[in-house]
Antibody, heavy 121, light 104 residues
Framework: EVHLVESGGGLVQPGRSLRLSCTASGFTFNDYAMHWVRQAPGKGLEWVAGINWNSGSIGYADSVKGRFTISRDNVQNSLYLQMNSLRAEDTAFYYC??????????????WGQGTLVTVSS | IVLTQSPATLSLSPGERATLSCRASQNINDYLAWYQQKPGQAPRLLIFDASNRATGIPARFSGSGSGTDFTLTISSLEPEDFAVYYCQQRLNWFTFGGGTKVDI
């Protein structure tokens, strides 16, 4: 069974940094792309970033480009999101999601339960 | 690529047919997915590439369309289908629509 567990969320001041982690199990992690998707409380979904199976293809939403960095460790079965220069509008639940494509991009199919990031002074 | 979903809210009764729309700002071929989200839960993939049901999704859910206009149809609403539905494109990275809430 696919299991994704996010961690690292919390309260952070504007302009500071935070690093999110996602630990994966139940599938061959290094065969699939991974995503971060966020959802502000009471709002819709926003794709944040994605990384393919070997880190050779990485993409970001315009809203976070230059501030956030996605990375993965295929030995540790872990996905990361380094978030710098945080803003109030980055406040959201951050979901880690597995892509359904085998060695290719398709769409997220399995999702974690999310971790809440609150940016406030 | 901007995805516009309509209506924002759809008020229906169990047993009725639900028709949800998603319009893309440019041609996205059939690179469209649909997700269901219930309060306090992570999204669940329903449909990928416009018309392919994901694993374990009941046959009452169907997707259609290509290019810029797409539809998610729930043929007969079950009580557990009342939720928010999002479309997502994968032609140019990924973006989501604003969602349609299906309520009783």
């Amino acid at each position: 069974e696919v299991h994704l567990v996010e961690s690292g969320g919390g309260l952070v001041q504007p302009g500071r940094s935070l690093r999110l982690s996602c630990t994966a199990s139940g599938f061959t992690f290094n065969d699939y792309a991974m995503h971060w998707v966020r959802q502000a409380p009471g709002k819709g979904l926003e794709w944040v970033a994605g990384i393919n199976w070997n880190s050779g293809s990485i993409g970001y939403a315009d809203s976070v480009k230059g501030r956030f960095t996605i990375s993965r460790d295929n030995v540790q079965n872990s996905l990361y999101l380094q978030m710098n220069s945080l803003r109030a509008e980055d406040t959201a639940f951050y979901y880690c999601a597995k892509d359904m494509g085998f060695l290719e991009w398709l769409v997220p199919d399995y999702w974690g339960q999310g971790t809440l990031v609150t940016v406030s002074s | 690529i901007v995805l516009t979903q309509s209506p924002a809210t759809l008020s229906l009764s169990p047993g009725e047919r639900a028709t949800l729309s998603c319009r893309a700002s440019q041609n996205i071929n059939d690179y469209l997915a649909w997700y269901q989200q219930k309060p306090g839960q992570a999204p669940r993939l329903l449909i990928f590439d416009a018309s392919n049901r994901a694993t374990g999704i009941p046959a009452r859910f169907s997707g259609s369309g290509s290019g810029t206009d797409f539809t998610l149809t729930i043929s007969s609403l079950e009580p557990e289908d009342f939720a928010v539905y999002y479309c997502q494109q994968r032609l140019n990275w990924f973006t989501f629509g604003g969602g349609t809430k299906v309520d009783i």
